[in-house]
């Protein structure tokens, strides 16, 4: 399986990319929230972190494969999870995702069906399934941060992700570890290099209040 390719950015369609890593070049079906980043991108190196999946009728031996990239680790992981929901799938997934995760994430975990219903391809039904099966598992994909950049945040949301279960190992739960970092991220808009940092902040800022 492909999991990660990275190559010079030849080109950006609706729905897809073209991807070169000599000698090859890639179709890569990308989400509309993804889209939107890497138009500016088109000449330049990238990554995607991707998953490699057949489309067709298996019966008639019609399947093509097909591979789905995001820019960051995080993304992918929350489509996976999103396309294991019964009733919404690849196709689905792909062209119900024209927000960031993060404010499909929030939307999920702040149990908000009618957001949800908004998004292309989902209806109430669908929404309800959504929050049913995924709503606690989104905290983590609610702090995902430097939506509007391409590659470079990649390194910034694997910090606040790392920070998030590092404060869950500590004891505290998954809704005050997140209140925690979206405190220290709001007030102090800046980039921490690593994990220690960033718990650092947190720790002097939650000091600084008692």
Known sequence: MITKLTGKLLSVDDGSVTLEVEPFE????????????LQSQ???????HTLHYFEGDPTRGRMTPRLVGFLKKAEREFFEM????????MKKALRAMVRPVQDVATSIEEQDAKALSALPGIGPATAERIIAKLRRKMPKFALMVGRDEPTAADGQSDVVEDAFQALVALGHTETDAK????????????????????LTAIYEQSHGRN
């Not at 999103?82 to 009733?87: I, L, Q, R, Y």
Request: with cysteine.
């Open 82 to 89: 999103f396309c294991s929901v019964d009733g919404v799938g």
């Open 179 to 198: 209140r925690l970092l979206d405190n220290v991220l709001e007030t102090t808009k800046k980039r921490f290099k690593d994990v220690n940092a960033l």
């Open 42 to 48: 088109v000449g330049k190196p990238v990554t995607f």
């Open 26 to 37: 890639y179709e890569i079906l990308i989400p509309d929230f993804n889209r939107r980043q």
